[in-house]
Antibody
Framework: EVQLVESGGGLIQPGGSLRLSCAAS????????MTWVRQAPGKGLEWVSV???????LYADSVKGRFTISRDNSKNTLFLQMNSLRAEDTAIYYC???????WGQGTLVTVSS | QAVVTQEPSLTVSPGGTVTLTCGSS?????????PNWFQQKPGQAPRTLIY???NKHSWTPARFSGSLLGGKAALTLSGAQPDDEADYYC?????????FGGGTKLTVL
């Protein structure tokens, strides 16, 4: 059975950093492209970042230079390092392999003083 | 980055047919943008309905289909059920990254 379990969310002050993790089981994250998607309260889905099987990474303009996507193949885990956080980064963050219909349950990040 | 447009809301009668569309600010949507369609119900994570324009997952009800229509990606629901009431999002893949549409709130009434 495929599972994606996110962790690492929480309340953080503006300017702070958080690292989200997404532990995968039932498939290998390094063999497909893995994505972070976020959803602000009451808003639509926003694509954040992707890491391809070959290691190429891409970012939305809204997070470029502040967020870094990575993976640990030995732990079959995806990460999102988020720096210089802003109030507008407040959202539920989902890890996913959308094409394969693999989605986590999401982790809430709240950026507030 | 590109802007992806969807109808903000649509209403369909039970048993009826409705088509949701997904346009791109860069021009006509083609299979090269690998359109994906997602369904999201309140309080739940999204689920992938359609990938790569028209491919379905094992869970995707047969009443949903994906296509290209008039320069846009399209999701057609034939024989709407009350359970289909949800938000629907499309996702297009560009060279520099991917972009979601703003979503369509579908009401079955």
């Amino acid at each position: 059975e495929v599972q994606l379990v996110e962790s690492g969310g929480g309340l953080i002050q503006p300017g702070g950093s958080l690292r989200l993790s997404c532990a995968a089981s039932g498939f290998t994250v390094s063999t497909t492209y893995m994505t972070w998607v976020r959803q602000a309260p009451g808003k639509g889905l926003e694509w954040v970042s992707v890491i391809h099987s070959g290691g190429t990474t891409l970012y939305a303009d809204s997070v470029k230079g502040r967020f870094t996507i990575s993976r640990d193949n030995s732990k079959n885990t995806l990460f999102l390092q988020m720096n210089s956080l802003r109030a507008e980064d407040t959202a539920i963050y989902y890890c996913a392999s959308p094409r394969s219909n693999f989605w986590g349950q999401g982790t809430l990040v709240t950026v507030s003083s | 980055q590109a802007v992806v447009t969807q109808e903000p809301s649509l209403t369909v009668s039970p048993g009826g047919t409705v088509t949701l569309t997904c346009g791109s600010s860069t021009g006509a949507v083609s299979s090269d943008l690998f359109p994906n369609w997602f369904q999201q119900k309140p309080g739940q994570a999204p689920r992938t309905l359609i990938y790569d324009t028209s491919n379905k997952h094992s869970w995707t009800p047969a009443r949903f289909s994906g296509s290209l229509l008039g320069g846009k990606a399209a999701l057609t629901l034939s024989g709407a059920q009350p359970d289909d009431e949800a938000d629907y999002y499309c996702l297009l893949s560009y060279t520099g990254g991917e972009v979601f549409g703003g979503g369509t709130k579908l009401t079955v009434l």
